[in-house]
C-alpha cells in the first residue's frame, strides 16, 4: 500500500493490498488519539485508540503507530477490503481537564475491487 | 442497542430563517455532544453536555445557535437566523460520564444535513 499524508486527501488500494493512512497532529500536550471511520451519509466510527504513553496498538486488522518524537500518527489497515472504503479522521486530545477530541482534516480511502 | 438518533436528515431553509435540530442519544450516556462538520473538514465542536448541564460551549456562535438539554436526555440545536456558511452537517454524539480529564468513546448518530440558501 501506499503512504500519505493527510494534505494528500484521498488514497486509492486495490482490494487485499495493506493500507496506510498518516496523520500529523499539532499539539505536543496531547495525551490521547483515535482513529474514526466515516461513511457516506454517516457519522464517524471509533476504530481504535492509543494513549501517548504507548507507541503501538492492534486491533483487528487494524494497527495505529505513534511517534510522538516528530508528532505522527498513522493507521495501517491489512488486506484491505471495499467495505473500508470511507473518510478516515484522526482525533487528539489534549491533556488535563478537556475532554474533547480535535479531528484532523480526513482523508478518503478508496479501495478498488 | 439503539444508536443515537437525530432529525431530521435533511433540511433546505433561506437565509435568515430558523432551523431546529434534534437529537436522542444512547439511553443511559450522560454526555451528549453537537458537532459541526462542513463538507471536506472533520467535525467541530459546538457544545457538550453533562446531564443537562453545559462542559463547553467555547465553539458554539452564541449571536445565532442555542442548544438546550432540559430533562438530561434530548437535546435541541437551534440556528435563528442562519447565514449561508452554516451549510454543513449536525452531528450529534453521546458518551457515557466522561472521568476528570478524560475521553469516553463516543458514538455518532447519521447527523442532520442542512442547506442554507
Known amino acids: 500500500g501506499e503512504s500519505v499524508g493527510l494534505h494528500l486527501p484521498t488514497l486509492s488500494v486495490q482490494e487485499g493490498d495493506n493500507s496506510i493512512i498518516n496523520c500529523a497532529y499539532s499539539n505536543s500536550a496531547s495525551d490521547y488519539f483515535i482513529w474514526y471511520k466515516q461513511e457516506s451519509g454517516k457519522g464517524p466510527q471509533f476504530i481504535i485508540d492509543i494513549r501517548s504513553n504507548m507507541d503501538k496498538r492492534q486491533g483487528q486488522r487494524v494497527t495505529v503507530l505513534l511517534n510522538k518524537t516528530v508528532k505522527h500518527l498513522s493507521l495501517q489497515i491489512a488486506a484491505t477490503q471495499p467495505g473500508d472504503s470511507a473518510v478516515y479522521f484522526c482525533?487528539?486530545?489534549?491533556?488535563?481537564?478537556?475532554?474533547?477530541?480535535?479531528f484532523g482534516r480526513g482523508t478518503s480511502l478508496i479501495v478498488h475491487p | 442497542e439503539a444508536g443515537v438518533a437525530q432529525s431530521p436528515r435533511y433540511k433546505i431553509i433561506e437565509k435568515r430563517q430558523s432551523v431546529a435540530f434534534w437529537c436522542n442519544p444512547i439511553s443511559g450516556h450522560a454526555t451528549l455532544y453537537w458537532y459541526q462538520q462542513i463538507l471536506g473538514q472533520g467535525p467541530k465542536l459546538l457544545i457538550q453536555f453533562q446531564n443537562n448541564g453545559v462542559v463547553d460551549d467555547s465553539q458554539l456562535p452564541k449571536d445565532r445557535f442555542s442548544a438546550e438539554r432540559l430533562k438530561g436526555v434530548d437535546s435541541t440545536l437551534k440556528i435563528q437566523p442562519a447565514k449561508l456558511e452554516d451549510s454543513a452537517v449536525y452531528l450529534c454524539?453521546?458518551?457515557?460520564?466522561?472521568?476528570?480529564?478524560?475521553?469516553?468513546?463516543?458514538?455518532f448518530g447519521p447527523g442532520t444535513r442542512l442547506t442554507v440558501t
Open positions: 454524539a453521546s458518551s457515557l460520564l466522561s472521568p476528570a480529564g478524560g475521553l469516553r468513546e463516543q458514538y
Open positions: 482525533a487528539e486530545k489534549a491533556s488535563g481537564g478537556s475532554y474533547i477530541p480535535t
